[in-house]
């Protein structure tokens, strides 16, 4: 059988001193080496080192050599090396189940996810073995870290976490129409979760076995979802609860004296600088710099959609600007207190603070909802979103380009709508309803 490791390519000497970091597959005492800088999407990173700031792989290490402490970027590498290893022995441990005849050549194909014209080697469909769920979820997710989507790595890893506590033995091959009935049925009933967050956990799980068949781990025609098997909008309501809030009550928000830089008074301002920013996601906040400000115009890229949003600023949210700009000097030029670019320096601590500051801001909302008189009022960040969108419609707008709610999946069709109105149509409406 084929074996892989990570190891730096000293046969083969780069400048100042330094080698190629590789992934060595070896068969029949037959070598070939696969530099990383080949198989990364993350090209910003230096896939090359001396030998003093390497690591060779030891034996407990499973052939994973790694950089030194001493190499800067050292564990943000050191987590896509561990990423791409577990992916080359997965190819192989393919190969294995499969009864597929190692070639270097279909290997490298597989190992950069392209297709390899050969003459294809029939395999007995009794032979086709799977790995076990919990173990391609964990596949994923490094790559997704390794792509810096830490989003969506968190959405995986919680998926992964209910998996584990439904049927932690499962394997691939396990995922059938009975299988996700029976997945359906413990949420509801066990977890008492709603349509809306079983639709969402079903279409992750959806997603990595639709990423199952692609990696050739998976047969096509035994796939469990779709109208004719499991349909997902068929048996679940998945529609965005409409959650906006009357405008009154975003008055009311505003006009609470709160002492500035309180808690408090940070999720009020957050709350408001989203409603009169179109709905601005709180992630999109927590990376919002000064240079995306020029000439009272807001410019930006959605990171969840990528959609480019540039929004003309009003009073309002200049108002908000001001203040921050005056109350806080906070490194990396970011607008808002929520990120340190000292210590917060990878994707997985940025994403991970993110998440901690918008708990910390919702939970802070709803005690404004109290002070309001509105103990009832389920009050988030994300219902700013909701009444931007519900207040903009209400002022007027056409209900052909203004969506009801900002949910995820209507975002960028959303952004799309408002970029099509004429230019200062859009303002025309926000001031009917921010001047309540």
Request: glycine fraction near 4%; hydrophobic fraction near 35%.
């Amino acid at each position: 059988m084929a074996t892989v490791a990570v190891v730096l390519k000293t046969t083969k000497k780069l400048s100042n001193n330094e080698y190629a970091v590789a992934i060595r597959a070896t068969h029949e005492r037959q070598s070939r080496y696969y530099p990383l800088s080949t198989l990364v999407t993350n090209q910003s990173l230096p896939w090359r080192c001396t030998t003093a700031d390497w690591k060779p792989a030891e034996a407990e290490d499973n052939g994973l050599g790694k950089f030194r402490k001493t190499f800067l970027p050292y564990k943000e590498c050191n987590s896509i090396l561990k990423t791409k290893l577990t992916e080359a022995q997965l190819i192989l441990t393919r190969y294995e189940e499969q009864n597929i005849m190692f070639s270097f050549e279909q290997f490298e194909a597989d190992l950069k996810h392209k297709e390899y014209a050969t003459t294809p080697v029939t395999v007995v469909a009794e032979a086709v073995q799977s790995v076990s769920l919990q173990d391609y979820y964990s596949q994923q997710i490094l790559i997704l870290e390794e792509q810096q989507r830490e989003g969506m790595a968190g959405l995986y890893r919680e998926n992964k976490s209910i998996l584990n506590k439904f049927k932690p033995s499962a394997m691939l091959i396990d995922v059938n129409f009975r299988f996700l009935e029976s997945f359906e049925y413990w949420m509801r009933n066990v977890r008492n979760n709603m349509d809306t967050t079983i639709s969402v956990k079903m279409r992750n799980l959806q997603r990595v076995i639709n990423q199952a068949i692609e990696d050739k781990l998976f047969n096509k025609d035994e796939y469990p979802f779709g109208e004719k098997r499991y349909s997902i909008n068929k048996r679940l309501d998945h529609n965005t609860k409409k959650i906006a809030i009357m405008l009154d009550r975003v008055s009311k928000i505003k006009a609470l004296d709160l002492k500035p830089g309180s808690s408090l008074h940070f999720a009020q301002q957050v709350f408001l600088f989203s409603y009169y920013c179109r709905g601005m996601n709180f992630v999109d906040m927590t990376f919002l710099k000064w240079k995306d400000i020029v000439d009272n115009t807001l410019t930006y890229t959605r990171r969840k959609t990528r959609g480019k949003f540039n929004i003309p600023l009003n009073s309002h949210a200049l108002t908000i600007l001001k203040f921050f700009k005056q109350q806080y000097e906070i490194p990396g030029g970011y607008v808002f207190p929520i990120l340190n670019p000292k210590i917060h320096t990878t994707t997985k601590q940025q994403y991970t603070r993110k998440k901690t500051a918008l708990k910390a801001v919702n939970d802070n909302l709803k005690k404004l909802a109290n002070l309001i008189d509105e103990p009832s009022l389920k009050l988030t960040t994300n219902v700013g979103r909701h009444t931007y969108a519900t207040g903009l419609k209400r002022s007027g707008a056409n209900t052909a380009y203004i969506t009801e709610a900002l949910g995820h999946a209507t975002q960028e069709q959303t952004q799309t709508y408002l970029a099509e109105f004429e230019k200062g149509e859009i303002e025309s409406w926000e001031n009917k309803m921010f001047e309540v």
